[in-house]
């Protein structure tokens, strides 16, 4: 039988390598799949389980988790809740992380209304608004404050990601107002680009965005299914 060998974590050297930003972008999934597995009772499992579950090729998640260092053990597999902290750890969601909403209206209620955020080390300790008639609101059990309370609620709660749901024309003031308050992570569903400082980090969320991307998907099928096959005689 062959003999198995523990593979351990990286070492302090390699823990200070920066990860590729496409490897960053698909650790949470990683972490979501873990999580699924480990709510599905299983304890190990192999690197191709773990692609199948996350929707990506063996090869590139084995490239992708040599960034953390390898937390297998070969021919065994992965522990599922070993893996799933380290992942965790390595992103920044083993502890809350405050976060404010500003931007109250239906897509601002429904982030405010998320049960996922905080399951995934997220909680959010303020709902913001500059509309007046918003602030006798009460949004997932938080009280609508106004948009002029944002420094305060900074200065309170360590706020450093701010999530942006207002209407484009007013989504860079309001990030101006959140970068000068020391917010220095924004998540932004406006469809705006946002002028930001190089050390402030912005994602941008336009759900316009990706139904036309799905469009253009539809068009190219449907575009070859009417196309003739190839070769077919007239």
């Not at 300790?125 to 008639?133: F, I, S, T």
Request: aromatic residues 6%; negative net charge; charged residues 25%.
């Amino acid at each position: 039988m062959e003999k198995t060998r523990a593979v351990t974590a990286r070492t302090s050297s390699e823990s200070t390598r920066d990860i590729p930003e496409a490897t960053v972008a698909r650790l949470p999934v990683y972490l979501r799949a873990l999580t699924t597995l480990a709510d599905q009772g299983t304890g190990t499992c192999s690197s191709e389980e773990l692609a199948v579950a996350a929707g990506v090729n063996s090869a590139k998640l084995r490239k992708d988790l040599s960034y953390l260092g390898s937390y297998g053990t070969r021919g065994v597999g992965y522990d599922v809740d070993y893996l799933r902290y380290q992942i965790a750890r390595e992103i920044g969601v083993t502890q809350d992380w405050p976060v404010v909403i500003v931007g109250i209206g239906n897509l601002g209620q429904a982030l405010a209304n998320y049960s996922g955020f905080r399951s995934r080390g997220f909680r959010v300790v303020a709902l913001l608004d500059a509309d007046p008639a918003r602030h006798d609101e009460v949004v997932a059990g938080i009280d609508v404050r106004p948009f002029d309370d944002l420094e305060q609620i900074v200065r309170d709660h360590d706020v450093a990601i701010g999530v942006i749901a207002t209407p484009a024309v007013a989504a860079q003031d309001v990030a101006d107002r959140m970068v000068a308050c020391g917010i220095t992570s924004i998540l932004n569903f406006a469809p705006s680009v946002l002028a930001v400082p190089e050390q402030v980090d912005v994602r941008k969320v336009d759900l316009s965005i990706e139904l036309q991307i799905l469009a253009y998907h539809e068009q190219r099928k449907t575009q070859h299914a009417a196309d003739p096959v190839e070769g077919a005689s007239a």
